[in-house]
């Protein structure tokens, strides 16, 4: 079915299938939700975790980016999902980058996007996430897409967007990693992680939800010296866990050919190409954080078995995106399916018990 579907909508502008397909997940949201809840997910006691202090009744989650201003959040847990994040949302409406800004690579199995955080802007989004949830919603936010907007004023924006979100969510994400502006990557930097943890902390006390971080990842092996200082002031301030990882600049082992790629221009790539660099970092993580984080393993996951190899690196909780567009909203379910008959293949009782045992 999923097939016929990609068919129709690989025949579109990246951007235009990735709208019609929202519009699609919107007339869903409005009116299948109690029928596609009873069909598709897969709930089974060995696929639920308690992290963050919430009941996640399985750890495929839905990526940040897909569902940006929240349009059809309701329909993410319907479809099996055991988390969604959304977002990136930015303190004010920004129209991201010009268009064309949205590439697939079929022979990768791959995308590459150069978005530059469109968003909503935090009041419209808040305003969308009224109702009852039914999984741990996160709320993934990034700073407002403007190079003027730096230093004491980038991190007001961080904490105007925090305010009018986080009382709607069950955590909150900061995307410090965002690699679509030229001055999205600075609060990775340890000095400029602690100032904007620092700044955001009189609003965590207003609001307090468990804080996440979503990390790039590394352009070779992994810095451990960079990671443990970060971890360290992550420590510092409370931080309860992180998203490894964003999408990579880098375009090194890709089938697509190399002047296919070049033509495409800057942007973040997704998809299995960034799998091996997201699952080192995670590793890495899992080793220096002593599992005292909750670290959620994103970036190439397209199978059961990709999803169980990155909790046996590290991940308690895993999320996708581009894998979505290639497979359908079915692989969610086919991945819990799949995790439950790997975990019993290995004699194992519980996904949690694989849970870093190849970091
Ligand atoms: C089109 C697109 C837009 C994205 N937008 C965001 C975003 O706004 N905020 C964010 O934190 N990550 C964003 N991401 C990154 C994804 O959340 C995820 O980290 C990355 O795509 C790797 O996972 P995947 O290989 O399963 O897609 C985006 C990814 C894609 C493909």
Request: hydrophobic share 45%; with cysteine; net charge positive.
């Amino acid at each position: 079915m999923y097939a016929l579907i990609r068919s129709l909508l690989f025949r579109l502008e990246a951007e235009q299938a990735h709208a019609v397909a929202m519009l699609g997940a919107r007339v869903l949201a409005a009116c299948a939700v109690p029928l596609l809840r009873r069909l598709l997910p897969v709930r089974h006691p060995a696929l639920e975790q308690r992290r963050l202090g919430l009941l996640f009744p399985g750890p495929v989650g839905l990526a940040a980016g897909l569902d940006k201003d929240a349009r059809a959040w309701p329909l993410w847990e319907a479809l099996g999902f055991g988390f969604c994040e959304i977002g990136s949302v930015s303190a004010r409406p920004c129209a991201g980058n010009p268009r064309p800004r949205l590439f697939r690579l079929p022979a990768d199995q791959a995308l590459v996007n150069r978005l530059g955080l469109p968003s909503d802007g935090a009041m419209a989004v808040a305003a969308r996430l009224q109702g009852p949830r039914r999984v741990p919603l996160g709320i993934n936010v990034a700073k407002t897409h403007d190079p003027a907007l730096c230093g004491l004023a980038a991190i007001e924006d961080f904490c105007h967007s925090y305010r009018c979100l986080a009382p709607r969510a069950d955590y909150v994400t900061l995307n410090v990693s965002c690699p679509n502006t030229p001055d999205g990557r600075t609060f990775e930097e340890p000095a400029a992680l602690e100032a904007l943890l620092s700044g955001l902390a009189p609003a965590r006390r207003e609001a307090p939800v468990p804080l996440l971080l979503k990390l790039s990842p590394p352009a070779g092996p992994p810095d451990l010296g960079h990671l443990a200082e970060l971890l360290a002031v992550a420590r510092a301030f409370d931080v309860a866990g992180l998203v490894i990882a964003n999408t990579t600049p880098a375009r090194d082992g890709l089938r697509t050919p190399a002047e296919q790629v070049r033509r495409l221009g800057p942007g973040g790539l997704s998809g299995p190409p960034l799998a091996a660099r997201a699952e080192a970092l995670l590793r890495a993580a899992y080793r220096l954080s002593d599992g005292r984080l909750t670290l959620i393993g994103v970036g190439g996951i397209d199978s059961a078995e990709a999803a169980y190899r990155r909790l046996r690196a590290g991940a308690s909780l895993l999320q996708l995106y581009t894998a979505l567009v290639y497979h359908g909203p079915g692989l969610v379910r086919s991945i819990h399916r799949g995790l439950l008959a790997l975990v019993r293949r290995d004699g194992l009782d519980h996904v949690a018990q694989a849970v870093g045992l190849d970091a």
